[in-house]
């Protein structure tokens, strides 16, 4: 394993250095760097050609140059890490820093999100194979990886974004509306759920009706102006997550892992007012991290105390059903800053944000800036999101299909299993191998930036940062010392994300060793 | 996969084509037990009533009438087909020395008075239903701000998408065919050497290559940005031809070739590939599909097709300032990709069906009446 994975490395390295020589001497001989200087009428024009030239070390030849900048690189072991300095003349590490954290940002939201959902509706549609909800889904998926992302961007800004910040200006729902969604809502869950006619019917009117009032209810009483769930909705929806999860996790059967999850979310309802409370104390984001750890423990403890047949299965499902209700509490609080939040003087009552990453100036409490970062998320992510999803629903799918087909399903099946047990234990565990190894690859691709979507949505990340120095916006160029800090980052993303995800499927199929 | 630009290829189905599992069942199907369970019985006669379906057909016989059948993809090649006719045949041709002028009476690079506003003058309601008739009108997409027909650019746009991706498979396909068949077939230090390669152009950023040949070719126009692109994304081809190859070489027939006396290449290219061809055209058609949203994201960021000349990408770079004034010179480009992309999407995901030995689904329809009868039968005899 240590020497497979020494090879691996050392290879990765090797490929790292080669590559980034030739990235190195293609930038500097694509232009000239002191073009803006030559043609400017200043009067210090000389010297500022000269100062240029001695900051970036541009009179040695680019292919020895590399070795100045590698250098730099190499003085990072003893603690003087130093990516040379971009054409303005600061340093590429601190503009690298910031560029890094909110691509991240960007990113990780995106990602998380599209691997949830995709891998969701993969389930769904593997498990509905040939059947119309399944065909509609394949449409649609091709159809969102058939859309240029920049097209896709500006429709949200100006379909979503603008008329959702008219819409909130006076929050009612037209009935037509309401209408059209409640049926959408209903063929979609008859389309997820099959079965006879009978059943279709009847799933199709719950559904339909079901959205219908909530939305008569949100249109009825403003709700976008003022949203907000409240202890009794906390509650509700906790109840319905605790038998969600438990259906899923450990089957209903199993009645100590439903009491534990019934407990966690009684005692979630319990602890709503006592942390509200809390929360009126100034919070950080580490407050949070302390409260989810504690009430993880917890979660954990009563799993425990009720056991069960298998003791962990009651303490997995308290866990998941804890996080989700902890969600529930936060997203109750932050909605409770929107009204701050929303007609506060930045933001003007018009808070779904169509650029950059933040509002400059906006001083609020830790919920207000949340929510800042969320509204500015909200375009970008869903961008991205309606891009990458289409990947991960069409691999989970296959995956699934594969393995649904394999002779242990039908030994599962032949058992007597109920085919909870065999889709979740037996065949979805499976199906998951290879979407881990895709993830890791995925999100070593995307730590790049991605670049169009930043672009679009004026989000200064390191795709921002590659623009600029390869001169869009009319900025001097090749200003190569920017170009290598992205190019060092993504490329070492990507060989530890492909490491990574070699160790992954080793660990996960037992029938692969690495040697 | 996305990789550093948002656009990438959809990922295949993870599993490998396992054609002896297929010819084991079709053995299985031909020998007759008396004592079978039903359940087995039943898998008998469908594969039989399978097995009589493709029965004297050649293999390309059976994967083109598999792929006939997919609906999805027979009218995606129809709509692919007739835009690529309405984008040649209405603007004509320039290129390679050949100036065909085409059916549409404007030029994409000249400005013309402003009609109607600069509204699209396109009308397809008909006038019984109170609109003012079918009628292209003068000009049916409208017009920019100084009176360029959009139509016309469009067209040109398209031109342009359809010539870089065309070319963008054509180059990536050899490409990583070539390498992945050599590297696969010689294995040793020269795979190490050829995937550690592909391993340097996967990891170079594409954008970085694209805006280094736009700069110092300014002038050669697209058809090079093409061939560039073209010899930037084999990488994933060649890595599965290599996979494809390195299971092919170990087969029987490869060893009579090599005792019969072949040359390597000969094996390679004679009795391997020929064995590979599914993988190929499968991952050619997603590379093109690719390849049209990596070219009008490229020309979106202004480093893709250059400025006299138009594409798809750079027609929605242009307007999209103007999207809330003059929202049709951003929709129609725009619709067009999308049209081009899904329906080679759909074309692909067709072919990987056809190509797909344990594709069961598209029996024609007396076959299918046939099936659910004979499980019937199975049913009733085993009850």
Redesign the interface.
Known sequence: MVTFLSRRLI??I???L??SY??YV??C???DPLQDLRTSTARNKQTLIENRIHALNLDVPPFLRYFIWFSGLLRGFIGQFDLGKNIQGQAVTSQLGAAMGSTLQLVTTATLLAIIVGVIVGITTALRQ?TSYDYSVTFLS??F???????LA?MLK?YLAINFNDFLQDPVIAPGIILIVSLIAGIAWLGILGGGWRKRLITFGIAALTTAIVLEFFSATRWFAHPGLGIVVVFVLGIGVAFLVTTLSAGLANRKALYSSLSVVVLGTALYYPLNYLFLYPTTGWTILILAIIALLVAGAIGWFWGGVDRWVSVRTAAIVVVLMGALILVDRYMQSWNVYANSDEIGGRPIATIGSSTPDLIGSFWVQGLDSFTHLLLPTAA?LL??L??YT??TR??LL?VMNQDYIRTARAKGLSERAVVMRHAFRNALI?ITT?VA??FG??I??????E?VFGWVGMGQM??QA???GGSPWPDVNP?MG??LV??IA?VVFNLLADLIYTSLDPRIRVS | ????????V??E???KRDKEDSIKREELATEVSEHAPSDQLEERVENAIELKEIEGLSQGRIVFRRFVRHTGAMISLTVLFLVVVLAFSSIGIDALGLHLRGWWKWEYTLPHNIVNGAHPTLSLIPQWLGGSGISLGDHPFGQDEVGHDTFAQVMRGMQQSLMILFVVGLVSTAVGTIIGAVAGYFRGRLDQLLM?LT??V????L???A??IG??FQNSGSFLLAVVLGLLIWTSLARLVRGEVLTLREREFVDAAKVAGASSWRIMFRHILPNAIGVIIVSATLTM?AAI?LE??LS????GVQFPDVSL?KL??DY?AS??TRPWL?WWP?SF??II??SI??IG?GLRDAFDPRQK?LLNRSARAAKSAAREKAANAGA
Do not use: H, K
């Open positions: 290879a990765s090797i490929v790292l080669v590559a030739i990235v293609l930038t001989y694509s232009g040939y091709f159809l990886f058939s859309l240029p992302i920049f097209w500006v100006q991205l891009a990458s289409a990947g069409r691999y296959a995956s594969e290879p895709i690859l995925d691709a995307l790049g930036g991605a670049v169009i979507t672009r590659f623009q390869l001169g869009a170009i992205v190019f993504t490329g990507a | 996969m996305s990789n550093f630009y948002g656009v990438g959809p990922p189905d993870p599993e550690r391993d340097v996967i990891i170079v950023p954008i970085l290559l805006a280094v700069r110092t599909s949203l009008t994201g979106f960021l202004g480093f990408g929605i770079s999209s999207f809330n951003f725009g990709i999308v992309a899904l999407n759909f995901d689904r």
